[in-house]
């Protein structure tokens, strides 16, 4: 399970809740953030590895480094270097 990418997803939802009404732009950012997480989980959970690869490396660095620690933080530092091509 992938604990850690789903804790990322729902922080991420709060952070969009908090800026509603305070800040549009903000809450915009973090939900296309959230958005890219889930792409994310969609493609580990497919299998689609080669897929997600290219998804992360396209990825604003903020949230790109997010993804890949919450990845390493559930499969392993090995399974990233070798599926994601990232060294930690």
Known sequence: MLK???KLERNL???MVAY???DK????FKAMDRNDVITAKELYQAGEYEMLKGHIDYLDTYIREAVVMAFVDDLGVD???N????SV
């Open 25 to 28: 732009e903000m809450a915009e």
């Open 20 to 22: 509603e009404g305070v």
């Open 4 to 6: 850690n990418l789903y």
């Open 79 to 81: 399974w990233v270097e």
């Open 13 to 15: 939802w709060n952070k």
């Open 83 to 86: 599926n994601l091509g990232w």
